[in-house]
């Protein structure tokens, strides 16, 4: 399926950016992310809503936008997982080791016709900026972004401050991905 498919494309995405860790001088990656799987427990394919339970026997009514392909495919007993992920790194570096650019990336992605409903979204924002001062005794950086604005930051891990520079470069790399998964019953399977 072309959707699990992109799911799996957009994690590598996810991850690629750790590998220019080795040449910070400082930084940090933080990934959070969350599954849940839900049960069609009624369908209402004219009025285009599902009742959804969760693990706990908890139901609740989804209305479902036109824009979802495929809804007639959608039956009781079915399915809906529901996943999503999002990583922050931030990574110093000394002039002219990382030649990375602000940027926004995303990638989406649907289930094929004929197929049970399935929908990816992912992001990945990239935003570079100068180190202009740095307080140890506050334990602040300041940051100049590409526009010339500087703007003043907590340090979230103190101890890096004491390892970069005034003048280095900091990246900012804000990833996040979405998918909802529509399979069908473990027997229809």
């Given at each position: 399926m072309k959707i699990k498919l992109l799911i799996i494309g957009f994690a590598f995405s996810l991850f690629s950016t750790f590998a220019n860790a080795e040449m910070a001088k400082a930084g940090y990656t933080e990934?959070?992310?969350a599954e849940e799987q839900l049960e069609v427990i009624y369908v209402d394919h004219?009025?285009?809503w599902v009742r959804l339970k969760d693990e706990n026997g908890y139901a609740r009514k989804i209305d479902v936008p036109e824009d979802v392909q495929n809804f007639d495919q959608v039956?009781?007993?079915d399915t809906v997982t529901i996943s999503y992920a999002e990583s922050i790194e931030v990574r110093a570096y000394a002039p002219g080791m990382n030649d990375e650019e602000n940027m926004i990336e995303a990638a989406f992605g649907e289930a094929e016709t004929g197929q049970k409903p399935g929908k990816v979204y992912g992001e990945r924002v990239?935003?570079?900026?100068?180190?202009?001062a740095i307080d140890l005794a506050n334990n602040t950086v300041t940051l100049k972004d590409a526009d010339g604005n500087t703007e003043v930051f907590p340090a979230r891990y103190p101890e890096n401050l004491k390892k970069v520079d005034v003048g280095d470069k900091v990246v900012?790399?804000?990833?996040?991905?979405?998918?909802?998964?529509?399979?069908?019953?473990?027997?229809?399977?």
């Open positions: 990934v959070v992310g004219e009025k285009r039956a009781v007993g990239v935003m570079v900026a100068t180190i202009e900012i790399t804000h990833t996040e991905a979405a998918a909802i998964n529509v399979t069908g019953k473990a027997s229809d399977e």
